[in-house]
Each structure stands twice: as structure tokens, then as C-alpha cells.
């Protein structure tokens, strides 16, 4: 039974010390509207803490619960002259001050007995006389403290009589109680057992008279946390929890007496803390709690304020480092707590592939991420899909397009969110699961659906200004090239009249025919600079012919035998129609690239194969990569040049000279890994049966 009554005097202690805490915590933190007491009370409620603490840990009878106890008592007593100034009336009381500093002494006075009692220990009637002056000091103290609350409270006007009456019942019942307790002592000769063990009571009902007058509104009791105020106070709930428990089984074990006793007292502290130390740091705990508190506590799971100013900080935070695209993704995943995410952005060939990763390098995306058809049902749809419905079945009309299949080979994929800008699709973001995963309901389609409206302007307005900065580089370079076009012009002019006249009056036959050697070489290199800038108006314009194609890949590695290893694997014969200059010239492009990007003793591999009807090269090499964003914002841009001195319209070019042949080229990179350029083109048969087809058309039409 003793064991029992200590441990609940124990306990209640502890929980008295945490509600004076808390409160005091909450009254740091409330500062406006209510009076000039409220750092006085907060630090009254914080020293009576210490106080309990005190008594739990070292006893009530110990030197550091007598001195922190008369503290606490000091406090009280500024917190309630303190009170007198809510009404300015402090400034009008003149006895109010005397009295508060009389008490105070007389409070004073108790370290002078602490000190008597240190120093005649173990002497019955000298701890006796020193009993009898604390008591009477004590009683002197409480005396005078209630009749400062009363005067508080009745000379109080009515309207501040109801902030002050809360505070007012929480100072009576701290003088009330001790009042009764020395009362006791000082008739009896002996401190009361019972109403020692729990003097903790005092702390606990002062604290909730606090809370009860800090959350009266007119009358009205409403509680309103904040969804962080309530994680934080969960989790310091939990943690005290923890704490009860392990102090209540350590004392446990320490009070069986047994000689393995203190053994398994350190044995459990030390796996408790282990435990404690695995746990309380996880993510996925502090997502569990985040979840349970949304769903028991709150009317709506988002505190839709805090979710817009994070937001926006995200998206307002510049920098190279974090690139527009990247922030989008962190700004939809900080929503959902999601630890990662991907971009999806569209590409000029149709489809959508890889714009952007954030804290996501793990997964594979294929150079075509999202098809047309997918494009074409999120933009009618608006839909946002959940992968884990369709991987229980729950699919409902979403078609296969819109879920390819390397979504589902990562078993983290957890939502595709659509980015909507006037109902045209600029992007999808792929979110990985969070640590805590749940099932997306209405609340979280109709939050992440408007910020996926949001993000898809400011990308829509970024790729608008992109547009058209590259057309006005296009203007300046067109004027540029303008000018030397007439200079070259005129040259090869001049150089042809020069060439004419010297097969007519040059004296020396063998200078005439060296003269003429060499002037017609000049002319013609002129004249095919000529042609080839203008070319970029009608890019593979020229007559297209049949031809082998391995042979002209064949051709374009011979040109680099001399100083560079190009490797043709396996070829298949295979005849297009095409412009064999042009497609020179991008293959060119495209093998002077990738022996750029790779080590000197590293060879750069063309492959051609026929693949449905088209004939498919592929330039591959080991070099360093590019990142999805060069891929997506700079490599088939003019003008962006990673060479000193480049004009940055190679890779530009190549893939418009095979546009213009009806081709199509596509490039897969892995930054440290290398890049594969893939050039595909029709066939002869299949070229043929697309132009009769365009033919049947016109005739019909």
C-alpha cells in the first residue's frame, strides 16, 4: 500500500511539473491581449515546475526543494502584484506595495531557517523551534496573499473582473491550500503526511485555471491549435508517456529488493533510451502521428495557410541549383509529404518525356514517358491518378496510355499529378510514396488539383519567355548571317570574273592552269558555303534520292579513321529516300558531337538496323551525359553552345534536317554514362506508300 501511495505521489509530481510547463510554454506564446501579468505568470508556473521536479526527484524534506519552493512562492507574489497593474491600479493603491514587499521579506526569512536547520541537524527541539517560525512565516505569507487576492478581485471594475478571476481562483487556491497544510503543521508539531504527498495539487489546478482563463472568450470555451501546436504537443505527450512508463517500471524493478535489482534497472534504461533514440526520430513515425492527428482532430487534413506560404516559398526561391522545374516538383511533393519526385514536360516530337527529378536519380524513364493518348485524357479528364488503386484493381476508365508500364516497375510510385494551363496539358508530376501512405481522397484531388493549376502557369509563362527570347536571338542571327551572305556572295563573284579573265590573258601556261586549279577549288567552296547557309530556310529541300544508307554511314566513319575510332556494328541494308547531303551533314553533326563529349580512347558506335518500316540509326557513346533539363531546355536550342566560340546550332540543325526528310530523332542520356542519339527515317517502300497516300488525299480533296 505504501509502495502504491508513493508511486502515485510520484507520478502526480511529474504530471503537475509537465501542465505547469505546457502552460507556461503556451503563455510565451500568447502574449497579446492579456495584461501585464502574463510573463510573471509564466515564469510562476515555470518555477513551481522546477519545484515538482524538485520533490519527485531529491523528496519534499530536501535543501533543493526548500530553496526552489520559497522561489516559487516569490513568484506567486509578483505574478499577483503584477495582476494589480491589468487596470493601472497599482499606480493608485499606495498600501499595495508595502504589503507585497512585507510578504516577500517575511518569505525571505525562510532561507534564514533552512540555514538553522543545516545547522543543528538531528536535534529534536531545535528542528522543533525552527518548524514553528516557518510555519508561522508560512501562515503570514498565505494570510496576506489572500487578502491581496481579495482586494484584487473586489475593488476589480466589472469588465476587468473577467480576465482577472481565473488568475485570481489560480493564486487562492496556491494561499488556500498552503494555509490549511501550515495550519496543520503548526497545531500538530509534525508535517501532514497526506496533504504533503500532495502538494503537488496546488501546481496542477493553478495550471488548469490558467488554461481555462487564457481560453475563455466572452464566455465561450473554444479550442483552436494550430495543426504544428498539436503535432508538437502530441509529440511531447507521447514523450512524456515514454518517460512515465520507464521511470514507473525502473522503480519498479529498483523497489523488488532483489540483488539483480539495480541490474535490471540500468538493463531497462538502457534498451528504453536504445528504443526511444531507433524510433522517435523516424520519418515514418512522425508522418503516422501527422496523419492520426489530421484525421481525429481537424475538420480538414490541411492547414490550407501554412500549405500556401510554403508554397509560395518554394517557387520564390531562385537559384541555379534549383531550377524552376525542380522547385514545381518539391512544391507539389512538400504537399503530401512525398520524399521525391519527377517532372513529365511535353516534347516537340509528341508525347511527354523527363523535364526534371527531385531527390529521385533511382528510377528509369524511357525517352517517351507519357503518349499522346495519355496527354489527350488527363487534359480531358483533369484526372489525378492514384497507382496503388490500379495496382489493387481499382483502374475504373483510365487508360493504359495514361498508366504505362515502367510506372508500376518502381514499387514507390505512388500519384500522377496533371499540371492544366487553359486546358492544355504542360506537364505531369510523379510523386513517390510517402513514409506514412494512404489513399487519396477528395480533400487531397481538390489541394494538389488548384496548385497543379498554379504551377502550370508559372511553367506555361516560362517556356512563353523562353520562346521568345530564342526568337529574337533567331532575328539577330538572321541579320548577322544576311551580311555575310552578301559578302560571300560578292567574293565568289569576284573570284568567277577573276578565274574568267585569267584563262584569257595569263602569259605563262603553267601558272594559268595552277591559277585556275585553285580558283575554281576557292569558287566551289564558296558557292557550297553558299548553299549550305541557305539551307536553313528550307532545311533538306534538295531533290531526294534512293539510296543505301549503310553506305553512307560507312562514308561518314571513313572521314574519321585518321584521328578518331568510329565502329560500325551491325548493319542491314537498308534503302531510304532522302537527301544524301543533309543526311550527311546531321550524321556529321551527330559523330562530331559524340567524340567530342568521349575520352580520347573511347570509340564512338554506329548501329543500323530496320525497325516497322523505318530504318534506325544509332550513335552511341561513353562520354559524360546530359541531364534531362540540357536535354529538355538547351541541346536542341540554337544558340546554346557548350564549345568556346560555338554557335550551338549542330544538334539543332541535325534533327531539322531530318524533320524535313520525314524523319525523326530522339536522344536517351544517363548523366556519367553516356548518350545515344537515335535517327530514324522511312524506308523506300514505306516513304513510297506515304506519298500516294498524300496524293489519293489531294486528288480527293
Known sequence: MDLAWSMASYLGCIVAACAAVAMSLWLNTARRGHGPAINAAAAALALAALWCFSVAGFGGESVASELLLVVSNLAWLWMLYRLFGYDQRDKSLGPIRPVVFTLAFVELLQFALIAARLQYPAQPDAELLILRFACTFRLLMCIGGLVLVHNLYVGASQQARLTLRWPAAALAFVFLYDLNFYTIAYLGGDIPNLLGDLRWLPVLGAAGLLALGLLRNEGDLRLRPSRGFAFQSFSLLLIGAYLVVMVVVAKGLAYAGSDYGRVLQTGFVLLASLVALTVLPSARLRGWLRVTLSKNLFQHRYDYRSEWLRFTDTIGRAGQDSPLPQRAVQAIADITD??????????????????????????????????????????????????????????????????????FEDSSTWALVPLLHYERLVGVILLARPPVARRLDWEDFDLLRVVGRQLAS???????????????RFDEFNRRIAFVMHDIKNLASQLSLLARNAEKHADKPEFRA??????????????????????????????????????????????YRTNREVVLLEQEPCMVRA???????????????????????????????????????EVVDSGEGMSPDFIRTRLFRPFHSSKPGGFGIGAYEARELVRAMGGRLDVESREGLGTRFLLRLPLSETSQMLRAMQQHMKEVA
Open 458 to 472: 508559372y511553367l506555361a509563362e516560362q517556356t512563353s519567355q523562353d520562346a521568345l527570347g530564342e526568337v529574337q
Open 338 to 407: 512525398s520524399p521525391s519526385g519527377l517532372l513529365l514536360a511535353p516534347r516537340e516530337e509528341g508525347g511527354m518525356a523527363l523535364a526534371a527529378r527531385w531527390q529521385w536519380h533511382g528510377i528509369e524513364v524511357p525517352a517517351e514517358a507519357l503518349s499522346g493518348e495519355g496527354i489527350r485524357f488527363f487534359e480531358e479528364s483533369q484526372f489525378i491518378l492514384d497507382l496503388d488503386d490500379i495496382r489493387q484493381g481499382r483502374a475504373g476508365e483510365v487508360p493504359a496510355a495514361a498508366r504505362p508500364a515502367w510506372l
Open 514 to 559: 595552277d591559277m585556275i586549279i585553285t580558283l575554281r577549288n576557292s569558287t566551289d567552296k564558296l558557292t557550297g558555303l553558299l548553299a549550305r547557309l541557305g539551307r536553313y530556310g528550307t532545311l533538306g529541300g534538295q531533290e531526294r534520292q534512293e539510296f543505301d544508307l549503310a553506305a553512307l554511314l560507312a562514308k561518314v566513319a571513313d572521314r
Open 579 to 617: 537527301d544524301a547531303d543533309a543526311l550527311e551533314q546531321a550524321l556529321v553533326h551527330l559523330v562530331q558531337n559524340a567524340i567530342d563529349a568521349s575520352d580520347a580512347d573511347k570509340p564512338v558506335f554506329l548501329h543500323l538496323r530496320a525497325e516497322a518500316g523505318s530504318a534506325v540509326v
